[in-house]
């Protein structure tokens, strides 16, 4: 009797899986396997998601017949031991690109006497080394030649469920066992599982996707999908988002940019696995050490509302709009000149979609280290607040001190008449936005 082992890591769903496939229709028995690290960080939100993820997966495997057996350690030693008792002769993964996933799967393929398949187009719609520019190189540096490849390339079929798991004997942790991180979770974080980011997707696609491209940057109507969060932990395959998206409009072309922005990050920690703290391309950046101007980001306290409001919202929901995540971003590498890496962070601590590839490498191409054409771009806020948020409704949604305040007058609370400024509770700017980046193109120009 044959038994594998499916060892889920960022691919936690039965739908369009090609590890999970592979693993049943190879087998007579599988171990459907979830094991929980210590070596990797349990931040609150993602602990949260993370435990409603693992007990909808196990719930869906007990409808084919199986179960999600749950480990904690070392990954490559509860697989070791799951081969032991169990007689194990294959081990399926999906393939992953940081660094710590690159080991694991090194140190994996190394285990005596099973073969170990490893799985592409599982958690991006390309395999990093599948697009590859044609004078040579092992990865695309810049975006625009890979979009184009990216839009040609084929793409597989989503697959459905396997037909049936049969789940030998073994031990198990609960998924409702899993720890919920240390610290206070968003208070209104998102709903997890596969089962949430499928009716999530089919709402997307029959409703909103059209009107994409046009409404993506509008950060009061919140027109984006929202699907990262189950991208990331794989609840959703980014080659059936893809497919359920469509091609028939400017908004699904346009959404399908920005999965091709998400594969060309990892195709670039693929290759450099230091970028995840390192700089992809330095600029002899020296940056500030103001750990007062730090906190007042973090908390939401810079005085400048869209970049308060953006901070705010990753702390109520665990999730943050993209326009705001580029305002936030460029405020603090580019106004306060701190360096990108206390941002992603921070980020990382908060974001329940938080993946190394997207949150680095795209604070990379904010602060002008990373794949961005123009590094010195600076990011306006007032500029963008009255572009992406005219009539100040973002602001006021979560900056509750400054609701009295009508139209675009909340992004500029320091002209309001001394009298009704004493009145709010909002601190005053804790920079000014030409001294900050004349402070930052003088350091990038020497």
């Excluded at 044959?2 to 599988?30: E, Q, W």
């Excluded at 350690?73 to 799951?82: E, H, I, K, Q, W």
């Excluded at 002769?89 to 940081?98: E, I, P, Q």
């Excluded at 599982?122 to 979009?147: K, M, N, Q, R, S």
Aim: net charge neutral; aromatic share 8%; charged share 25%.
């Amino acid at each position: 009797m044959r038994t594998s082992i499916a060892l889920f890591t960022r691919d936690l769903r039965i739908n369009d899986n090609p590890m999970l496939y592979a693993a049943a229709v190879g087998a007579d028995r599988v171990v459907p396997l979830f094991v929980l690290d210590p070596g990797l960080p349990a931040p609150p939100n993602r602990a949260a998601f993370l435990h409603r993820c693992l007990a909808d997966l196990d719930a869906a495997l007990q409808d084919l017949g199986g179960a999600l057996i749950i480990r904690r350690g070392d990954p490559v030693t509860a697989v070791s031991r799951l081969i032991a008792e169990n007689d194990v002769s294959d081990v399926h993964v999906s393939a992953d690109v940081s660094g710590y996933a690159q080991r694991r799967q090194e140190r994996l393929e190394e285990i005596p006497g099973v073969a170990v398949h490893v799985h592409d187009t599982v958690t991006t719609a390309a395999a990093p080394g599948e697009i590859t520019p044609t004078g040579g190189g092992d990865h695309f540096a810049v975006f625009t030649p890979y979009l184009r490849r990216w839009q040609a390339a084929a793409r597989r079929t989503p697959l459905p469920p396997p037909p049936r798991i049969t789940t030998p004997e073994a031990d198990s942790a609960e998924p409702r066992d899993v720890a919920q991180g240390d610290g206070l979770r968003a208070p209104e974080l998102a709903d997890g599982g596969e089962r949430a980011g499928r009716a999530l997707l089919a709402e997307w696609a029959a409703n909103a996707v059209t009107g994409y491209a046009e409404g993506r940057d509008d950060l009061a109507g919140d027109r984006t999908s929202r699907l990262s969060p189950h991208l990331h932990f794989g609840t959703l395959s980014p080659v059936e988002v893809l497919h359920r998206a469509g091609g028939g409009s400017q908004g699904a072309w346009e959404f399908g940019r920005q999965l091709a922005w998400r594969d060309f990050h990892h195709q670039m920690l693929a290759a450099r696995p230091a970028t995840a703290r390192q700089d992809y391309r330095p600029r002899g950046d020296d940056w500030r050490d103001a750990p007062e101007e730090l906190a007042a980001w973090r908390e939401g306290r810079t005085g400048y509302p869209i970049v308060d409001a953006g901070m705010r919202q990753l702390l109520r929901e665990g999730w943050m709009h993209n326009r705001a995540r580029m305002i936030t971003a460029s405020f603090l590498t580019k106004t306060l000149y701190v360096d990108w890496r206390e941002g992603a962070r921070h980020f990382q601590w908060h974001l329940v979609d938080a993946d190394v590839a997207n949150n680095q490498l795209n604070w990379q191409w904010v602060a002008g280290t990373g794949a961005d054409t123009r590094p010195n771009r600076v990011l306006n806020p007032l500029r963008q607040a009255m572009r992406y948020d005219p009539a100040g409704d973002y602001v006021r949604r979560y900056v509750p001190e400054l609701r009295g305040i009508p139209g675009a007058a909340v992004h500029e609370p320091w002209r309001l008449p001394s009298c009704e400024r004493r009145a709010l509770d909002y601190p005053d700017p804790v920079a000014d936005l030409a001294e900050g980046r004349q402070r930052f193109l003088s350091a990038r120009n020497g």
